[in-house]
T-cell receptor
């Protein structure tokens, strides 16, 4: 079955500390992978995406993610968190051959301590 | 500026009434989607449409209906048959080109039914 798991429901980090949000997927086809961020009461904004090529992808707001096929993971990282990064983060997976549905993970809520 | 608009941002209805949520995009995207978001459950797909005058049920279509008469518009009707309609509703769109698989989201509509 196709699925996306984000093991951490909620994470709290101090401002300036590094961050890693975990994402694991189960997908039969070659995956297209995404990370989205959602501020309270807002829509989702794309942070970064992986289709192919270099397994380390850079995104907006200083985020990066690494695709590890052997571990079926696509973890999101940021070396130094800012207070404005507090939000909900969603990992998602789609397929190269299917452009109709994308599967979203349950989300990880990030709190930042000043 | 191109984007997706959803209106209204907040909507209140009495139980037993149908209500229609608006979604408009000027991105020239063929595909459009409706998601429901509840706390701790991520995004669940209600309906999606890949082309005008055609749409498919998602994972939780019961109690909802849609139309796609124009490429730019994909309104969602929450009917009285939906048992628990209070939620945050997100509309998204996507180009059909391969290699451009990310979805673009609107700001959402929060529906409260009492």
């Amino acid at each position: 079955a196709q699925s996306v798991t984000q093991p951490d429901i909620h994470i709290t980090v101090s401002e300036g500390a590094s961050l890693e949000l975990r994402c694991n997927y189960s997908y039969g086809a070659t995956p297209y992978l995404f990370w989205y961020v959602q501020s309270p009461g807002q829509g989702l904004q794309l942070l970064l995406k992986y289709f192919s090529g270099d397994t380390l992808v850079q995104g907006i707001k200083g985020f990066e993610a690494e695709f590890k096929r052997s571990q079926s993971s696509f973890n999101l990282r940021k070396p130094s968190v800012h207070w404005s990064d507090a939000a909900e983060y969603f990992c998602a997976v789609g397929a190269e051959t299917s452009y109709d549905k994308v599967i979203f993970g349950p989300g990880t809520s990030l709190s930042v301590i000043p | 500026d191109g984007g997706i608009t959803q209106s209204p941002k907040y909507l209140f209805r009495k139980e037993g009434q149908n209500v229609t949520l608006s979604c408009e995009q000027n991105l020239n995207h063929d595909a459009m989607y409706w998601y429901r978001q509840d706390p701790g459950q991520g995004l669940r797909l209600i309906y999606y449409s890949q082309i005008v005058n055609d749409f498919q049920k998602g994972d939780i279509a019961e109690g909802y209906s849609v139309s796609r008469e124009k490429k730019e518009s994909f309104p969602l009707t929450v009917t009285s048959a939906q048992k628990n309609p209070t939620a945050f509703y997100l509309c998204a769109s996507k180009a059909r080109d391969r290699g451009s698989n990310e979805q673009y989201f609107g700001p959402g509509t929060r529906l409260t039914v009492t």
